[in-house]
């Protein structure tokens, strides 16, 4: 398996703005979907957002929606989340994941094949 490379991340004051980025590179063959999910330390893994490559229909955790974007490239296997308007509560590690084939609603963490390998979000007050 082609593995996932994550970018981005770091600190930020709240209200500020991050950008994360993941890729599979040098896969030829697109995913069925890609994902972000978030821990926190002493916290369960959870739903950021996800992405199907067949209908482009990005989806949302309530906690983000209206603050944070997903967006990629299926062919190329690559997924971004904007994060906009960025809160303490929002300070986590950040992992990008794929679903290879087959069908999912890309809400939960079993529904994955693959992970990135985490990026640090850090944001202050």
């Known amino acids: 398996q082609v593995p996932l490379v994550e970018s981005g991340g770091g600190l930020v004051q709240a209200g500020g703005s991050l950008r994360l980025s993941c890729a599979a590179s040098g896969r030829t063959s697109s995913s069925y979907g890609m994902g972000w999910f978030r821990q926190a330390p002493g916290k369960e893994r959870e739903f950021v957002a996800a992405?199907?490559?067949?209908?482009?229909?990005?989806y949302y955790a309530d906690s983000v929606k209206g603050r944070f974007t997903i967006s990629g490239d299926g062919p190329r296997n690559a997924v971004y989340l904007q994060m906009n308007l960025l809160k303490p509560v929002d300070t986590a590690v950040y992992y990008c994941?794929?679903?290879?084939?087959?069908?999912?609603?890309?809400?939960?963490?079993?529904?994955?094949?693959?992970w990135g390998q985490g990026s640090q979000v850090t944001v202050v007050s």
């Open positions: 994941a794929d679903k290879l084939q087959g069908s999912s609603i890309l809400e939960y963490p079993a529904d994955y094949d693959q």
């Open positions: 992405i199907r490559w067949s209908v482009v229909s990005p």
